[in-house]
């Protein structure tokens, strides 16, 4: 199965947020099941710069909140490949009526163009209407517990 991870899912991982229990059963079930988990590159930059304004929180010094940037991207970059999109996704994304989030329409179409069998996210109301077309499987992580766990 290829699973797309929204940017929100690895971020409720990553701050140890409310779903962390949830989100990590889901990554450990699809790492040990030879499934394949995907982000945009667009998750990765945004990740990078949210993770490092959290860091900031916690009062490191730079070497040290680096550091530890580095190891929580390497981490990432261990467990997910890239929904690599082409120009033609991006334009559908730029042009989807069924989206007023276009962020969430350009993972959409990352995660179609890729052939994923699923989008994972916190946030299911921002896929509602591609929920409704039937096109891809939008879970969130206790939807996903609850089917295939």
Request: overall charge negative; proline content about 2%.
């Amino acid at each position: 199965m290829k699973i797309f991870c929204d940017t929100n899912v690895l971020m409720e991982y990553i701050q140890q947020r409310r779903l962390v229990q949830e989100v990590e059963k889901v990554l450990k079930f699809a790492e040990q099941n030879g499934h394949q988990l995907y982000i945009s590159f667009g998750s990765f930059y945004t990740i990078t710069y949210l993770v490092e304004r959290y860091l900031k929180m916690e009062n490191l010094d730079k070497n040290s909140r680096i550091e530890k940037l580095r190891m929580i991207l390497n981490g990432v970059l261990d467990l997910f490949q890239f929904a690599l999109p082409s120009p033609i996704a991006m334009e559908k994304g730029v042009n989807d009526q069924l989206f007023s989030d276009l962020e969430d329409s350009y993972q959409a179409h990352s995660a179609l163009e890729q052939g994923c069998d699923m989008i994972l996210t916190i946030d299911l109301k921002h896929f509602s209407k591609l929920i409704d077309c039937g096109t891809i499987e939008v879970v969130d992580p206790q939807l996903f517990i609850e089917k295939y766990l």
